[in-house]
């Protein structure tokens, strides 16, 4: 293989009789582990109660599995699923010799970003907290949260790079022979990127800049990062090839525009707000 590194890890762990424990699993739980630890820090420090942090956590947890399950479906595979929508919720998926596996199949971050804000949303109503000063936490942590997931998709040898010759290209053997860009690794690793930035800016300037304003930053690195590292990987979808040969956008750089704009909106509306006070 020329030298690159060659990656044919099985995704399970192991199994005992039907129960398997896969290395994606792990991440995710590895995922909201470190989210609530930092999360806690931060109340601590804010001296704020952690009364409802268990709760917040039930919260997050939903709004970010339904709303990946539902962005998978509905953004990647409409059609299929709008033909068999009782897949939607079943967690079973058809294996490529026709088979059925147990699991869900299809998750994507651009679903798990609007079902974590409409969960906060709902969180901030039931327990009286103030919305903008939630996100701000959201956004701190939530980087750190994809950085594990990609993780995860790495040991599922999934969103997988382009072919490539650099030096650090991985072939991932059980899809193809060819070195690749290890495109999940260059997420993961700008996600850690993203957090440590968020984070520092967010102990040393907070009350300098309007509430919100740190969430808006965080969904600016998060979908520019996601924009940029597309360009590297292969398409998820055979309808996304006939979008890169048009336009030369993917499905997830078309998703992520909304977002980044978002992100550069709130942070200017965040960011005046406290320029009128002031």
Not at 146 to 155: C, E, T, W
């Amino acid at each position: 293989m020329d030298g690159h590194l060659v990656w044919d890890i099985d995704p399970v762990l192991f199994s005992i009789g039907g129960f398997a424990v896969r290395y994606y699993s792990l991440c995710w739980l590895a995922a909201f582990a470190a989210c609530y630890y930092v999360m806690r820090s931060i109340f601590r420090r804010e001296a704020l109660s952690a009364e409802h942090l268990d709760a917040l956590l039930a919260y997050v947890f939903l709004g970010t599995f339904i709303g990946a399950r539902l962005g998978h479906c509905l953004f990647y595979e409409t059609h299929y699923y709008l033909a068999h929508p009782w897949r939607i919720v079943i967690p079973l998926y058809e294996r490529a010799d026709g088979s059925l596996g147990f699991g869900f199949m299809g998750l994507a971050s651009h679903g798990a970003a609007i079902g974590i804000v409409v969960s906060l949303i709902l969180y901030a109503r039931r327990y009286r907290f103030p919305v903008w000063e939630l996100l701000d936490k959201l956004g701190v942590v939530a980087p750190l949260g994809g950085a594990f997931i990609r993780l995860g998709n790495f040991f599922n040898s999934e969103i997988i790079g382009a072919p490539t010759d650099v030096p650090w290209g991985v072939v991932f053997s059980r899809v193809d022979p060819l070195p690749r860009h290890p495109a999940q690794l260059y997420e993961a690793l700008g996600y850690f990127a993203a957090f440590a930035v968020t984070y520092v800016a967010y102990g040393r300037c907070r009350g300098k800049v309007g509430t919100g304003y740190f969430f808006g930053l965080s969904v600016l690195l998060i979908f520019g990062l996601r924009f940029a590292v597309e360009f590297v990987k292969e398409v998820q979808e055979p309808f996304e090839a006939y979008l890169r040969d048009s336009i030369s956008l993917d499905m997830g750089q078309l998703l992520s525009i909304p977002f980044i704009l978002t992100g550069v909106a709130v942070m200017a509306a965040r960011r005046k707000r406290v320029s009128a006070r002031g």
